[in-house]
């Protein structure tokens, strides 16, 4: 079972920059794809962004587009969630995800392995 540990999380204000941190450890060496989801009070988990870990395609979420970046140490199964000019509605819990699957549709039931979160809180 892959562990995953989030970090980097905080309060900012709308128009600040945050950058998440996920560490993957024990049979990390399998995992196929990496991912940021993201929950907020009510409503259900988003994909955020998926990184596929062997051709490095990205993807993200259109409300994060131009905003956000996803990256990954080279070699490591470490990844990052540079986040720009957060919004009100950015605020949510944000989970790091991974998967030994060699398909992701983008979608939280693509993911096997999930951390704990970090909560991301935006104000004005």
């Known amino acids: 079972q892959v562990l995953l540990v989030e970090s980097g999380g905080g309060s900012v204000q709308a128009g600040g920059s945050l950058r998440l941190s996920c560490v993957a450890s024990r049979y990390g060496d399998s995992i196929k794809f990496m991912g940021w989801f993201r929950q907020a009070p009510g409503k259900e988990r988003e994909a955020v962004a998926d990184l596929d870990m062997y051709n490095h395609t990205t993807r993200y979420g259109d409300s994060v587009k131009g905003r956000f970046a996803i990256s990954r140490d080279n070699g490591k199964n470490n990844i990052y969630l540079q986040m720009n000019n957060l919004k009100l509605e950015d605020t949510a819990m944000y989970y790091c995800?991974?998967?030994?699957?060699?398909?992701?549709?983008?979608?939280?039931?693509?993911?096997?392995?999930w951390g704990q979160g970090t909560q991301v809180t935006v104000s004005s």
């Open positions: 995800a991974a998967t030994y699957n060699y398909y992701s549709d983008f979608r939280a039931t693509a993911f096997s392995f």
